[in-house]
């Protein structure tokens, strides 16, 4: 049972224009959601987080919105560049648990030239 | 500067063999986290180590699998009798305290024949 999930398992995006990737959860418990970005043959590297008192977090070309009565959350990165493809994982945890963060399958995007 | 390094990089072993996997999180980083990432999968959680202690095991998914970390740094996962499906790539993460950003390793890339 899949409490994270990515329903688009890529993406393709023209260089310059708004790469949009998104995510819904299940749980209600989860309070604290995480992007991250994975490039072939490295572990995951942390993106950008949000937690559940907010409903945008932004640095840089990064922005995280999250919709809570929706279950929803999306990253949008703008502009897109070509150093930006590679597999995004969303994923949340429970603040006040320090343990596990629940993955969501990922979505591949690639940037087209 | 060291992040989280995991050997070996790749491992190729037999149905029913023994395998030792380890991982040396950043140093200074109590908290020490295994995954497993199956074809098409996010990253799945196993074990979850404070200093020593493993404070949170119940992502292992069988008594196959047994992760120690006796001198609260370098941490082995062990897995015994292997299955072909335990074949996948094994994450290590590692943070400052339980509930901080965690650093992933880039993998151990487990095969079993």
């Known amino acids: 049972d899949q409490q994270v999930k990515q329903n688009s398992p890529s993406l393709s995006v023209q260089e310059g224009r708004i790469s949009i990737l998104n995510c819904d959860y299940t749980?209600?418990?989860?309070?604290?959601f995480l992007w991250y970005k994975k490039y072939p043959a490295e572990g995951p590297t942390f993106l950008i987080s949000i937690s559940s008192i907010k409903d945008k977090n932004e640095d840089g070309r990064f922005t995280v919105f999250l919709n809570k009565s929706a279950k929803h959350l999306s990253l949008h990165i703008v502009p897109s560049q070509p150093g930006d493809s590679a597999v995004y994982f969303c994923?949340?945890?429970?603040?006040?648990?320090?343990?596990?963060?629940?993955f969501g399958k990922g979505t591949r995007l690639h940037i087209l030239p | 500067g060291a992040g989280v390094s995991q050997t070996p990089s790749n491992k190729v072993t037999e149905k029913g063999k023994y395998v030792e996997l380890r991982c040396d999180p950043i140093s200074g980083h109590t908290a020490l986290y295994w995954y497993r990432q199956s074809l098409g999968q996010g990253p799945e959680f196993l074990i979850y180590?404070?200093?020593?202690?493993?404070?949170?095991d119940s992502g292992l998914p069988n008594d196959r699998f047994f992760a120690v970390r006796p001198e609260g740094s370098v941490s082995t996962l062990k897995i015994q009798r292997t299955e072909r499906g335990d074949s996948a790539v094994y994450l290590c993460?590692?943070?400052?305290?339980?509930?901080?950003?965690?650093?992933f390793g880039p993998g151990t890339r487990l095969t079993v024949l």
């Open positions: 180590f404070q200093g020593t202690g493993a404070a949170d």
């Open positions: 749980n209600s418990m989860f309070d604290y």
């Open positions: 993460a590692s943070s400052l305290v339980g509930g901080s950003e965690q650093f």
């Open positions: 994923a949340a945890s429970v603040m006040n648990r320090d343990d596990k963060i629940i």
